[in-house]
């Protein structure tokens, strides 16, 4: 390239942008939760001695986990489903998958309350079909949560995947078939192994996403369902307890970094 | 083990034809290779065979069993592809393994089954490999062992040494062509390389437009081509037209008589004949025969040494020969001559165009 002999003139000065309003704040930050007021273990230590963080970091992991699954459990099969689409019904399922994309968290959080909720599309009809006489409670508890996550993060899960199932070449599945696989066998053997680290870098991509969401647990949880963002919200608007909130963001951004290094190990390897 | 047979089997994408009215039989054992140039509708061909395509009329049989419309998983054939299609995730061993443990056989053949085939390709050290370890020549090998391992009926080849370099490819040949002979196994092989043909093969099925132009030994195809398009895609040949003399040869537009046998053909009809460059004979120009021409390039190939002539009545004609043999310089007036048996008469119909 021609500029790249002049590209460290150009990045330098976006360079010191990122680490001064950026790092440099969240550093700060971070670091308040050993030097705040003066160099101490007092919150770190508060923290470890109260059950109720670990009760919601034991929550948000399990919210996760059953999010993750519960894509897992989605997205594979669409995005097999897909893969096998003729051209333009192919495009036309891309695009409803991309679709929500488009459209706010906060208004697509919302519109779960208007179909869930115990006057909701789902209760009614379930109470008209005669399958339940009360209504279903999905909102404000775990299920309402992990529905909401898993309709959000959906798509992180299936569009990779799609993507690396796409670049499977038939012509392995061709090979299989020749040398006698029964279709099961090719796609356990075959196809499920050569998908499979796209899956994984896919599920714990949906999984770091969850630890970290705020909006939606916020509203489909009603404050009932804590999770570590909706607590750290707590900590510094209500109580405030800034150097206890940069402890547990502390934690939570080691979590997530060492996620972050399986995902990319994961990803490395299913490129090669 | 078995043979094939092609029982007017055709096949059409829309109004394209990809393989046209094709019938033919190939011998149990036998080694027939498909050659054509891209676009001829060989893989076509091969495809159907392996079940890959279905076709749009006629039948194919294998071993005597009508597979038109069986799933390739159970028309017990052995496909190389071109790619070599292995399989990434798994090592060598497990790609050789593949078509067996498919088949529920027990632990301890499939182990000496494979061990067996990887040492008939001499990979025996290889087994742990991933195929992205491997060197391209490797890699064809177990592309080969993973589809003989299973004992299917036929073998089929798709172009399996275009990948490789020309030495390599020259050396894969002749284990190729060794490997089969020891399997005794029917192998369709398909490939645009007319050496490869030629050296490869019992008998070479040519292919255009998805028509078969001829079907013969190598030598057959070769030095007694059906038509123009098979004489012009086996390597260099000098065209010749004119109107058979009865008994004597073919009047040259240019009004020389080159003698060879006509057959039956009526006196004054429109004919064309070949005569391959190595049957062409460099004379001085004081030698009393021959057409008389200038040579206009002279081309070094190592091994032969290639002379382009423009003859005096205007005709373009290729002499080769072993170097060392004959010699000319560009410049040169030379005269050309060959033995009427070297002179083929293409039996195709209408020949002058």
């Known amino acids: 390239m021609r500029i790249g002999r002049n590209a460290g003139s150009y990045v330098v000065p976006l360079l010191v942008l990122m680490v001064v309003a950026f790092d440099v704040p969240i550093l700060l930050m971070l670091a308040q939760s050993v030097l705040s007021p003066h160099p101490t273990v007092a919150h770190w230590a508060e923290f470890t001695e109260s059950p109720i963080y670990f009760r919601v970091l034991g929550n948000t992991f399990q919210i996760a986990v059953i999010t993750s699954a519960v894509c897992g459990l989605i997205g594979y099969p669409l995005a097999y489903w897909m893969r096998g689409l003729g051209g333009r019904a192919q495009l036309a399922v891309v695009t409803l998958v991309l679709l929500p994309f488009w459209i706010s968290i906060l208004v697509r959080t919302y519109a779960w309350i208007v179909v869930l909720g115990n006057n909701g599309f789902v209760n009614r009809s379930l109470i008209g079909l005669g399958i339940t006489d009360r209504p279903i409670s999905f909102l404000y508890n775990q299920l309402g949560v992990t529905i909401g996550t898993t309709n959000v993060l959906l798509p992180f899960l299936v569009l990779p995947l799609f993507a690396a199932m796409l670049k499977i070449d038939e012509r392995l599945l061709q090979a299989a078939a020749t040398l006698g696989a029964p279709r099961r066998a090719i796609f356990w053997r075959v196809f499920f192994p050569l998908s499979l680290p796209a899956f994984a870098a896919g599920l714990v991509l949906v999984f770091i996403l969850t630890l970290g969401f705020y909006v939606t647990p916020a509203i489909l949880g009603g404050g009932r369902v804590p999770m570590i963002s909706n607590m750290l919200d707590v900590l510094i608007n209500q109580m405030p307890r800034w150097e206890l909130a940069a402890a547990i963001s502390t934690l939570l951004l080691a979590a997530t970094l060492a996620l972050y290094g399986v995902y990319r190990t994961i990803a490395a390897r299913s490129a090669s | ?353």
Not at chain 2, 133 to 152: D, I, M, N, T
Not at chain 2, 234 to 240: K, W, Y
Not at chain 2, 265 to 284: F, H, T
């Open chain 2, 1 to 353: 083990m078995g043979a094939i047979e092609f029982d007017g089997v055709a096949k059409r994408y829309g109004p394209v034809h990809a393989v046209r009215d094709l019938s033919v039989q190939v011998a149990e054992g036998e080694f027939l290779t498909i050659l054509g140039p891209s676009g001829s509708g060989k893989t076509t061909i091969l495809s159907l065979v392996a079940g890959l395509t279905a076709p749009s009329a006629g039948r194919i049989l294998i071993a005597g069993r009508d597979v038109t419309h069986l799933e390739p998983q159970q028309r017990r054939i052995g496909l190389v592809f071109q790619s070599y299609a292995l399989f990434p995730h798994l090592d060598v061993f497990d790609n050789v393994a593949f078509p067996l443990v498919v088949r529920g056989r027990p632990k301890v053949e499939i182990a000496a089954k494979v061990a067996a085939a990887l040492a008939r390709v001499r990979l025996d050290g290889l087994a742990r490999r991933r195929p992205q370890q491997l060197s391209g020549g490797q890699q064809q090998r177990v592309a080969l062992a993973r589809a003989f391992v299973f004992e299917p009926d036929i073998l089929l080849l798709d172009e399996p040494l275009g990948a490789l370099d020309r030495k390599l490819r020259e050396e894969v040949q002749v284990e190729l062509k060794a490997l089969q002979r020891d399997l005794g196994i029917t192998t369709l092989l398909v490939t645009h390389d007319q050496e490869e043909a030629l050296s490869l093969s019992d008998r070479i099925i040519v292919l255009d437009h998805g028509a078969m132009q001829q079907v013969g030994t190598p030598d057959e195809v070769y030095r007694r081509p059906a038509n123009r398009f098979v004489a012009g895609f086996l390597g260099l040949a000098n065209l010749l037209e004119g109107r058979v003399e009865a008994g004597r040869g073919l009047r040259l537009g240019s009004g020389e008589l080159v003698a060879c046998a006509t057959g039956t053909r009526p006196e004054g009809s429109a004919a064309a004949a070949i005569v391959r460059p190595e049957r062409v004979r460099l004379l001085p120009e004081s030698a009393g025969e021959g057409i008389a021409a200038r040579v206009r390039q002279d081309v070094y190939l190592g091994h032969l040494r290639r002379w382009h002539l423009d003859a005096d009545a205007g005709q373009e004609l290729v002499a080769a020969a072993t170097d060392g043999d004959q010699s000319a310089a560009i410049g040169d007036r030379v005269r050309v001559s060959w033995s009427p048996a070297d002179v083929w008469l293409l039996p195709e119909a209408g020949a002058a165009a």
